[in-house]
């Protein structure tokens, strides 16, 4: 792990497990990856770029992107995460094992906030004013490509996802669209630089 939260997710996993194992309960740790949907909690600016990217635009800022944009994240529909909750929860298969939920498929950042700005504000498109900021540093800890390898999701649960990413976008954004929510971007960014990691 290269971040403190990586090291958290790790340990609370690893602890969980040998619990489960000590005392004979049927555990299972579940790795969601980048978790996108309805319901979402637009104004934390930590809860996932698809929330915060939907936040700027619905205060007609531009997103701020950090790298080149070209990194990558697996997003899985909330949907599919409560399902595979409920296949792990029946499966007699999984106690014990660390699986990973998501979709096995790699979406640039640069072009989920392309795909949240075209559904959300289709006439302003290519407006440069909500174009992404695409800012060329990094955030510490931070990794370049991000997506699960689920084939132990498949092989012990029997799960596949099942909302293609184009259709949950336009769900997330259906919803998003009968919101309001307050962009604290800038915030969190002057956190970040103020403890030097960006």
């Known amino acids: 792990p290269t971040s403190i939260y990586a090291i958290n997710k790790r340990d609370q996993e690893e602890m969980v497990l040998a619990i489960g194992a000590a005392y004979d309960i049927p555990t299972v740790a579940l790795r969601y990856f980048n978790v996108y949907g309805p319901r979402q ?23 701020v992107i950090f790298e080149d944009g070209l990194q990558s994240r697996d997003f899985v529909h909330v949907c599919d995460i409560a399902r595979a909750n409920v296949l792990a929860l029946e499966s007699d ?3 014990g ?6 979709t096995g498929r790699p979406t640039s950042i640069l072009r989920i906030a392309q795909m949240l700005l075209e559904h959300l504000h289709p006439d302003r498109a290519k407006d440069p004013d909500l174009q992404p900021e695409v800012v060329g540093r990094f955030r510490a ?38 919101q309001s929510a307050e ?12 403890r030097r990691l960006v």
């Open 141 to 178: 800890g931070d990794i370049r490509h991000c997506y699960a390898d689920i084939s132990l999701a498949r092989r012990l649960l029997g799960f596949e996802p099942s909302v293609p990413f184009e259709r949950g976008i336009v769900e997330l954004v259906e919803w998003v669209r009968t």
């Open 93 to 95: 298969a999984a106690p």
């Open 183 to 194: 962009d604290r971007t800038a915030l969190a960014i002057r956190e970040l630089a103020s």
């Open 97 to 102: 094992h660390a699986i990973n939920i998501g």
């Open 41 to 63: 909690a637009l104004s934390n600016p930590y809860t996932g770029v698809a929330a915060i990217f939907s936040s700027c635009y619905l205060n007609g800022n531009r997103p």
